[in-house]
């Protein structure tokens, strides 16, 4: 079964500095991964997926993550981090021919200023 | 982009009632919907994914017939709490899968907060 892991409870940078969120996942097959950013009381905002292709994927809000198949990773990162950043992160992954996505726990953003 | 509605976006209710919640994807069809449930502080937990026209599969320990999934048009599935307790209070995220276009990706609704008093 697949699973993903974001060994982070919370990670603090300092607005203006490169931040990254840490993903690693299992799954059979190739993984289709996905970032989303959810804010207090909100539903989830999609931000990037990877499927096939290029490994380095660039969304929305100029966040990009890097799929690394040999250390099973899907780091999401940012070259410059804005206070508005802050908020709670999840990465999930499908896996291929099945419906569902499989989040994990979540990793808080708190960008200081 | 995809958007996806959730009505109500709060209801709080007392102890016994049933609870309908909408979940709506406003400018595309989707085949497919799931319906989370997310706990202060925790992930989203997958409770049932839903097909248009046919009967919904739920995930191992979600009672099915507590949480009634219809999912009766490509653009609505409903979730009715039946008979809803405290510990049901919760925050319901549905989302919708879009295929169409080489695109394969959820979008989720902004969620609705069920207090059960």
């Known amino acids: 079964a697949q699973s993903v892991a974001q060994p982070e409870d919370q990670v603090n940078v300092a607005e203006g500095n490169p931040l990254t969120v840490k993903c690693t996942y299992s799954?059979?097959?190739?993984?289709?991964l996905f970032w989303y950013v959810q804010y207090p009381n909100r539903g989830l905002q999609f931000l990037l997926k990877y499927i096939t292709g290029d490994n380095l994927v660039k969304g929305s809000y100029g966040f990009e993550a890097e799929f690394n198949k040999s250390q099973t990773s899907f780091h999401l990162k940012k070259p410059s981090a804005l206070v508005s950043d802050s908020a709670l992160y999840f990465c999930a992954v499908r896996a291929p021919g099945d419906d569902k996505i499989i989040f994990g726990k979540g990793t808080r953003l708190h960008i200081l200023p | 982009g995809a958007v996806v509605s959730q009505h109500p976006s709060w209801v709080i209710c007392k102890s016994g009632t049933s609870v309908k919640i909408e979940c709506r994807s406003l400018d595309f069809q989707a085949t497919t919907m799931f319906w989370y449930r997310q706990f202060p502080k925790q992930s989203l937990m997958l409770m049932a994914t839903?097909?248009?026209?046919?009967?919904?599969?739920?995930e191992q320990g979600v009672e099915k017939d507590k949480f009634l999934i219809n999912h009766a048009s490509l653009t609505l599935s409903t979730l009715t709490v039946t008979s809803a307790h405290p510990e049901d209070s919760s925050f319901y995220i549905c989302?919708?899968?879009?295929?169409?276009?080489?695109?394969?990706?959820?979008?989720f609704g902004p969620g609705t907060r069920l207090t059960v008093l």
């Open positions: 839903s097909n248009e026209g046919s009967k919904a599969t739920y």
């Open positions: 799954v059979s097959g190739n993984p289709y």
């Open positions: 989302s919708a899968r879009v295929e169409a276009g080489g695109s394969d990706t959820q979008y």
